[in-house]
C-alpha cells in the first residue's frame, strides 16, 4: 500500500497530460484505462479530423518527455484525424510512461479509505481508496490524490428530447447510431438509404457534410436534419471569423450542402417518441406531434453528460444545471456565454470539498460543450502543480483559446443544441428544405 500514489483514470488527452505533469515534477503516479490501449475513446472516433492543429495538440510537458525519447513530433500547421492523434502522439506518449499506465483496469469506485461520504469522523487522515475491476477480478489501489480525466464519451445524450431516451429508442437501438459515420466501413449501412441526422454542434455537421458528399454519388439517399432550436440561425458557426480555421470552414461546408438540396431541415423538432412502420422502417415524432416517416437509419449526435455513478461516496461540488465543477459552470454556461474565448481556468475553479479529488478534461465541463484540448492541458497542470505543492504556479493561468467568431460558443467535439440569448447581434436566420409542419 503506497498512499503517496497519484491515480489518473483515462488514458485518454488530458489523462496522460497529468501523467507526464506528474512524471515531470517527479510524483508516483498510476494511470488507470479501461479500454486495452491509449485513446480508445479517441479510436471510436479515428476517421474524424480535428479543428485543431498539432500545435494545439501535444501538450507542453508530454511533448518535452516524448522528445527525450527522441520522438519526431508531427508538422505543427498540420490537422490530424482522431486516429492520428493517436498513433502518433497518444500511444508513443503511453509507451513513454511504460508501466505507469494499466489497460484493461475499469475505475468503478471512490472512496475515503473506511469512510462513506456522510463520515466526518477520522475523514481527513484518510488516504482514497480506488477501486478497480480487471480481467484478474477487483482490486483496491490506496491513493492522496485522484485526477478523473475518463471523459464522457461513453454517456452520449440520447434522441429524447427532454434529455431521457425518447419511447422506443432503445428497442430501435439497431438503427440508431451517437457518433458520426464512418462511411469507410460503413458505407452500406447509409447508402441509398434516408436519414435523420439529431444535433446541431459541429459533430451533427460533420455528419451532415459526409452524407451530403454520400448523396452526391448515391442519389436515393435522403438526409433530414433533425434541429431542436426554432430556426437554423448561427448553426453555421463564424467561418472566416472563426480562429480555427478548419472549424469555420466546417460550417461553411455544411451550409453549402445544406442550400444545395442534400438535406431536408425540420426545426424545432424535439424528438418524443420512435415508432415502427409496417414496413419496418422508423417514425420520429416530435413533443409537438409532428412526424418524420420512412427513416432507415437515426445518427444522433446531441452531446455528452458525465458519468458520475462511481465517484457517489465522494463529496462533489457540482453544478445543479451542467454538471460541472461550481466554480467553473458560470465561465463555461452556453446559456450565458455565447460569445468569445472561454475564461481562462485552473485548479482553484476544479477544487471540490474533498482534498485531493479534481475532474478534469472533457468531464470537467459536464454537459457544457465548449471544450478544447488546450484547456485540458492547462487545467492538467494547474492541478499537478497544486498536488505537488507548487501553489504559485497553480494559480498561474496562461492560456488564450481561439474564439469562435459568433454567437454560440463551439467546441472541438460538438456545440450547443439549445442556445438562448447572444451579445453579437441579430442572427442570420436560415431555413432551408424545411420539412412540412415541421415547426
Not at 497542470?381 to 496562461?398: K, L, M, N, W, Y
Request: glycine residues 12%.
Amino acid at each position: 500500500m503506497d498512499e503517496s500514489l497519484v491515480v489518473v483514470v483515462g488514458a485518454g488527452p488530458a489523462g496522460l497530460s497529468a501523467a507526464a505533469n506528474l512524471v515531470e515534477r517527479g510524483e508516483r503516479v498510476l494511470v488507470l484505462e479501461a479500454g486495452d490501449r491509449a485513446g480508445a475513446a479517441v479510436s471510436q472516433w479515428n476517421h474524424v479530423r480535428l479543428f485543431s492543429r498539432w500545435s494545439e495538440l501535444v501538450d507542453p510537458a508530454a511533448g518535452r518527455l516524448l522528445e527525450e525519447a527522441g520522438w519526431t513530433r508531427p508538422d505543427g500547421d498540420a490537422y490530424p484525424t482522431g486516429g492520428e492523434w493517436v498513433e502518433s502522439y497518444l500511444r508513443p506518449l503511453a509507451g513513454v510512461l511504460g508501466d505507469r499506465v494499466r489497460f484493461g483496469a475499469r475505475v468503478v469506485g471512490l472512496a475515503r479509505r473506511g469512510r462513506d461520504r456522510i463520515v466526518d469522523s477520522g475523514r481527513a487522515d484518510e488516504p482514497l481508496t480506488v477501486h478497480v475491476e480487471t480481467a484478474d477480478g477487483e482490486e483496491r489501489i490506496t491513493a492522496r490524490a485522484v485526477i478523473d480525466a475518463s471523459g464522457t464519451w461513453g454517456s452520449p445524450n440520447p434522441l429524447g428530447g427532454d434529455g431521457l431516451p425518447a419511447v422506443g429508442e432503445r428497442s430501435a437501438s439497431a438503427r440508431i447510431t451517437y457518433r458520426v459515420p464512418d462511411l469507410v466501413a460503413e458505407r452500406d449501412r447509409y447508402a441509398g438509404k434516408r436519414i435523420a441526422v439529431a444535433g446541431s454542434g459541429h459533430s451533427a455537421l460533420t455528419a451532415l457534410v459526409v452524407l451530403a458528399e454520400l448523396a452526391e454519388q448515391e442519389p436515393s439517399t435522403e438526409i433530414v436534419w433533425l434541429v431542436r432550436r426554432g430556426e437554423v440561425g448561427t448553426v453555421f458557426g463564424g467561418g472566416e471569423a472563426d480562429q480555427l480555421p478548419a472549424r469555420g470552414a466546417l460550417g461553411q461546408r455544411a451550409r453549402k450542402a445544406a442550400e444545395a438540396g442534400h438535406i431536408t431541415t425540420a426545426t424545432g423538432f424535439r424528438t418524443a417518441a420512435v415508432e415502427r412502420s409496417a414496413d419496418g422502417r422508423l417514425v420520429l415524432e416530435s413533443f409537438g406531434g409532428h412526424r418524420v416517416e420512412g427513416v432507415d437509419e437515426v445518427v444522433v449526435l446531441t452531446g455528452f453528460r458525465p458519468d458520475l455513478s462511481w465517484l457517489s461516496e465522494i463529496r462533489l461540488d457540482l453544478d445543479p444545471v451542467l454538471q460541472a465543477p461550481s466554480r467553473l459552470a458560470p465561465l463555461i454556461d452556453p446559456n450565458v456565454h455565447s460569445c468569445g474565448t472561454v475564461y481562462p481556468h485552473g485548479e482553484n475553479e476544479l477544487r471540490h470539498p474533498e482534498p485531493g479529488v479534481y475532474l478534469v478534461g472533457m468531464k470537467s465541463y459536464g454537459r457544457a460543450p465548449t471544450f478544447l484540448s488546450l484547456t485540458g492541458y492547462e487545467q492538467a497542470r494547474s492541478v499537478v502543480a497544486a498536488i505537488a505543492g507548487d501553489h504559485e504556479a497553480a494559480a498561474r493561468v496562461d492560456l488564450v483559446l481561439p474564439e469562435t467568431g459568433v454567437c454560440g460558443g463551439a467546441g472541438v467535439f460538438d456545440a450547443p443544441d439549445e442556445q438562448t440569448g447572444g451579445c453579437c447581434g441579430a442572427p442570420e436566420v436560415l431555413t432551408i428544405g424545411l420539412a412540412p409542419g415541421a415547426r
